[in-house]
């Protein structure tokens, strides 16, 4: 085959690639097959025996420092989820393996937050803690 003939024949294709983008963009053409739904995902395994234990929640007002007892034996990487309370939570912090605890920074001193140490083992597998929450103002726990 020349190489002008290659060319043309990518030309072609990038055409074509870019026409069926087009239709897509505009609506003019729509996917196959079923959308997949976030219930159609595969969810990630909870392994309760590897779950870490927060032995310690030190308050002092603008960061929040969690130690926690790691029972994967050093296989998981920690990730803090939580917030303050009341709103949604988000991740505030990580930990790389072996790490048995973590600092959350610039936390607001004025209202009280939880926290979910999640340990991940993998794609499939984590393990969250218990949670746990600050009690600044003599509030009851969620």
């Given at each position: 085959?020349?190489?002008?003939?290659?060319?043309?024949?990518?030309?072609?294709?990038?055409?074509?690639?870019?026409?069926?983008?087009?239709?897509?963009?505009?609506?003019?053409?729509?996917?196959?097959?079923d959308?997949?739904?976030?219930?159609?995902?595969?969810?990630?395994?909870?392994?309760?025996?590897?779950?870490?234990?927060?032995?310690?929640?030190?308050?002092?007002?603008?960061?929040?420092?969690?130690?926690?007892a790691?029972?994967?034996e050093?296989?998981?990487?920690?990730?803090?989820?939580?917030?303050?309370?009341?709103?949604?939570?988000?991740?505030?912090?990580?930990?790389?393996?072996?790490?048995t605890?973590?600092?959350?920074?610039?936390?607001?001193?004025e209202?009280?937050?939880?926290?979910?140490?999640?340990?991940?083992?993998?794609?499939?597998q984590?393990?969250?803690?218990?949670?746990v929450?600050?009690?600044?103002?003599?509030?009851?726990?969620?």
């Amino acid at each position: 085959m020349s190489n002008t003939r290659r060319w043309l024949l990518v030309a072609a294709a990038v055409v074509v690639l870019l026409g069926i983008g087009v239709a897509f963009s505009q609506g003019v053409a729509t996917p196959t097959g079923d959308p997949t739904s976030p219930s159609k995902l595969p969810s990630a395994g909870k392994l309760a025996e590897s779950a870490p234990e927060v032995t310690n929640l030190h308050d002092e007002r603008v960061a929040v420092t969690l130690a926690f007892a790691d029972r994967t034996e050093g296989k998981a990487a920690f990730y803090v989820v939580g917030g303050p309370v009341g709103l949604q939570p988000t991740t505030l912090a990580e930990a790389p393996r072996g790490s048995t605890s973590v600092r959350i920074n610039a936390v607001n001193p004025e209202v009280d937050y939880c926290f979910v140490v999640v340990a991940v083992l993998s794609v499939d597998q984590v393990a969250p803690s218990v949670q746990v929450c600050t009690a600044r103002f003599g509030t009851a726990k969620p």
